[in-house]
């Protein structure tokens, strides 16, 4: 079992503020702006008597809310199609387990969200991961990459869109490829969603069911900690309209008896956020986005793409090793008293070799903190002892 890139470094972390050291936390997706009222107002005024255990697909008030959610985005799916979860963590986990066998491989497109190579691991089955490149935006690479890959073990591809952790958006046609290849080869399509309603560009959201002629194959992964700004509630869901994969992810779902009944209530309340919060909360993370990327483009040896989705970039150091440099940060460096803690690009590949100078920043932080940051950054570049010339920070 992996240790997480985004978790291993926090003993470092801990240490540094029990130092007195002010740590900028740009290694995880933990927002900063406030749950919505809604979620609170739910939680205060619970008039059950009994915090009794709940359906193990989920309360049908829930299910039925996110049926209608989706429906906004014109994803039809009926409510017998949707099973809540404890975090989306746990759809990824129930798929994997209900979908593979011991030995069976799904193709992933790295850099990828470090937990999928853990709950693959735990089903027994491998991650065959196919490279993307920082200086190509991370775009999807090649269908003859993935028809190499291909094998009799395959039995499904996995994407994430946008993309944690490279904030990448895949196009249509890069959609369409993949549709293409999950007919051609009878897969799965396991698509991690929970990231749709933070889209930067001007092209309609693409979900994997609204490809045409694949829907009972698509297992759609989604989650109310990003878009609420709740990530504690641990409540998220697993979509599919395929029957036997439901029935055996009831399986797993009723072994572990029912996901959180206080969680499903604060994310029923939490969809009828208004509009405004979430155009807020949408607003307030391009603003962010559009600072850090300018900033960090200007610091010598560093190069992120713009990220067209979701809040974390990819940023390119010049650094030797930017694991070393991660624990550096926290172990020995201060600048004015601060830090800055990141998530070591290393541990989100699986290639060797792959992302040694690269870092992931997830922008989760008000934008007067995200600037103390890049000025922390700076002063950490220029001294650390691993340090090396712009001319020599190629992937």
């Known amino acids: 079992m992996p240790a997480s890139p985004i978790r291993r470094l926090v003993p470092l972390a801990v240490k540094a503020m029990e130092r007195g050291v002010k740590v900028y936390r740009l290694n995880i997706g933990q927002p900063d702006v406030p749950t919505p009222p809604e979620a609170f107002e739910a939680l205060r005024n619970i008039d059950r008597k009994v915090l009794e255990y709940s359906p193990s697909d989920g309360l049908l008030s829930l299910r039925r809310k996110l049926r209608d959610y989706y429906h906004r985005f014109n994803i039809e799916v009926d409510v017998d199609d949707i099973i809540v979860t404890a975090g989306g963590s746990e759809a990824v986990l129930f798929a994997f387990m209900a979908c593979l066998d011991p030995g069976d491989e799904i193709i992933v497109p790295e850099p990828a969200y470090a937990n999928y190579m853990a709950f693959a691991i735990s089903a027994g089955a491998k991650i065959v991961t196919i490279p993307s490149s920082i200086d190509d935006g991370f775009e999807l690479p090649p269908v003859e990459k993935f028809e190499e890959l291909i094998t009799p073990r395959t039995k499904g591809i996995l994407i994430c869109n946008p993309n944690n952790p490279t904030g990448y958006l895949y196009t249509m046609k890069e959609m369409l490829q993949i549709r293409d290849l999950v007919l ?8 991690d969603e929970v990231y749709r309603e933070f889209c930067y560009t001007g092209a309609p959201y693409i979900s994997a069911f609204h490809l045409p002629g694949i829907e009972d194959k698509v297992v759609l992964i989604d989650s109310v900690s990003k878009r609420y700004n709740e990530c504690g509630i641990r409540i998220g869901a697993l979509i599919t309209k395929h029957a036997k ?13 029912s996901p959180p009944l206080l969680g499903q209530i604060v994310a029923e309340a939490s969809i009828d956020t208004p509009r405004e919060y979430m155009l807020a909360t949408y607003n307030e993370y391009v603003e ?33 090793d930017a694991d070393k440099f991660c624990k550096w940060c926290l172990d020995e460096f201060e600048y004015e008293g601060e830090t800055i803690f990141m998530a070591p690009a290393s541990g989100f590949y699986t290639t060797p070799g792959m992302g040694r100078n690269e ?20 002063h ?3 001294a650390y002892p691993g340090r090396v010339l712009p001319s020599e920070c190629v992937s």
């Open 288 to 320: 962010r986005r559009k600072f850090l990327i300018d900033q960090l483009n200007k610091i010598p040896g560093c190069y992120t793409p713009i990220p067209m989705g979701a809040f974390y970039t990819v940023v390119r150091l010049p650094v030797d």
């Open 359 to 378: 870092v992931r920043m997830a922008y989760v932080l008000e934008k007067s903190e995200l600037a103390r940051a890049i000025t922390v950054l700076r």
């Open 380 to 382: 950490a570049l220029e």
């Open 184 to 191: 051609k080869h009878d897969l799965f399509l396991f698509s």
């Open 245 to 257: 994969l439901k029935e055996n992810v009831m399986k797993f779902c009723q072994a572990r008896l």
